[in-house]
């Protein structure tokens, strides 16, 4: 047989402060020092930070609309590595990082076999990493459609 709690709101009914100790301690935003950027007062400068003294906003301004920004899905040297000695991929033909579903090559990991990788973003790291190895990095067209 199933046990049902009562609410804590419900409770709470009746009572003048719903469990927030006296009266007077939750009224607003006072209790709280106050909304946003409170406190920043007359007396209350030498606290600010430097930067908003000087006339520059502080915090994130504006928003990024969700379909516009893009989904960055990025794999690591030594992982495609581990793809190429699991036979999940061809080392001796282009590597295709786009059809495997990743757009970005980051360069963490030691690499020394001679390949060719075609992907949208690469680190300064990886691409580093696979010319010295004797490789090259192939740009996607989407990603050169972007630089123009």
């Not at 915090?59 to 590595?81: A, S, V």
């Not at 786009?98 to 990886?126: C, F, H, P, T």
């Amino acid at each position: 047989m199933t046990v049902r709690k009562r609410s804590k709101r419900s409770r709470a009914r009746g009572s003048w402060t719903h469990g927030g100790g006296h009266k007077k301690k939750r009224r607003g935003a006072g209790s709280r020092g106050g909304r946003g950027r409170g406190g920043f007062g007359k007396r209350g400068q030498h606290m600010m930070p430097t930067a908003q003294t000087q006339g520059e906003v502080l915090g994130k301004q504006g928003f990024i609309r969700h379909g516009q920004r893009k989904k960055i899905k990025k794999i690591n040297l030594d992982d495609l590595k581990r793809l190429i000695e699991e036979g999940k991929v061809k080392g001796g033909e282009v590597i295709d990082l786009g059809a495997l579903g990743y757009n970005k090559l980051l360069g963490s990991g030691k690499i020394n076999l001679k390949l060719q990788v075609k992907v949208d973003y690469v680190s300064k790291k990886a691409e580093e990493k696979i010319k010295t190895a004797g490789g090259e990095i192939l740009k996607s067209e989407e990603a050169k459609g972007e630089k123009e």
